[in-house]
């Protein structure tokens, strides 16, 4: 692969303020794409008109998925994920953020729908902390994965268990954030595929890789589970790791 063939969006939501600021994280011509066109507007800061004023990039289908959510942090989460698909998607594909509709299909991975139409193409999305990133790619046969992971204290012990022998024995040389790394390269991988934590996360294994595409530094990914080609590339940002799988099937 000599140009990573998916688009993809990190937003950085201030703490308390979700207040949606361009990261530096996108690509440079992407970011002149998405200047060029509005963005959905604010989340909702509050209560009352206000916040509905917030919400109103999203779709009638996605107001009643986000009325299920009784979890305050499950609800910022799901709103900043949104929030970033629509942004990257309403440049993509040319439309209004209500006219998308971001749908969980029945394991969870999100399937964009249009005018009562599946829009043909893969989306990601992950949420962590006080940031958010989408990606999509709309290449027949390619999927994508994308992780967000924040790194978190040395050697966690609980990972051990997660993790295969050669991915733990790299954890000396490779620094505190190589177990964090691991998991989320396994984590986008899973989402890849679209079946999410619902294996044995030892059936995949990250290893540290060569080469570099588009600023995403190479792992190498191997498992029974992937029956294609698949690319891994993770980038860090503040104390954030993201990493995305594509997968060509
Ligand atoms: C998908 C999963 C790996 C997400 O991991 P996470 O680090 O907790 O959360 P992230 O913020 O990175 O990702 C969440 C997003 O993944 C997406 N997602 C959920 N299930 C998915 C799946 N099967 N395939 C691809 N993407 C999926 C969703 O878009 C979700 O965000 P949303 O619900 O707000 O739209 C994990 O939650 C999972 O596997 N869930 C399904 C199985 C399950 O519930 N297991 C119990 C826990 S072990």
Known sequence: M???PVSWLCESFEAGEFSPALSA???PAFVRALKQRPH?????????AEAE???????????????GLRFEKRRREWLMGR?????LLTVQLGCAPRELS????AGGAPVVWRAGERVPGCLSISHRGDRATA?????LGMQVGVDL????????????????????GLCEGQGIGWPYLVWSAKEAVLKSLRTGLRVDTREIEALPGEGELDGWRRLDVRSGLLKGDCWVGWRSDGGYLLTMAVLKN
Do not use: C, R
């Open 53 to 67: 004023d917030g919400i109103a990039f999203l779709s009638e289908n996605e107001l009643k998925i986000l009325a």
């Open 40 to 48: 959905p507007g604010p989340l909702p800061v509050g209560e009352g």
């Open 149 to 168: 992971e924040l790194v978190g204290e040395a050697n966690p012990a609980w990972m051990v268990d997660y993790l295969t022998e050669a991915e733990w």
């Open 135 to 139: 990606a999509w790619a709309d290449v």
């Open 83 to 87: 929030w970033t698909a629509k942004k």
């Open 25 to 27: 994280w996108p690509h």
């Open 2 to 4: 000599s140009q990573l």
């Open 102 to 105: 971001i749908e969980p299909e």
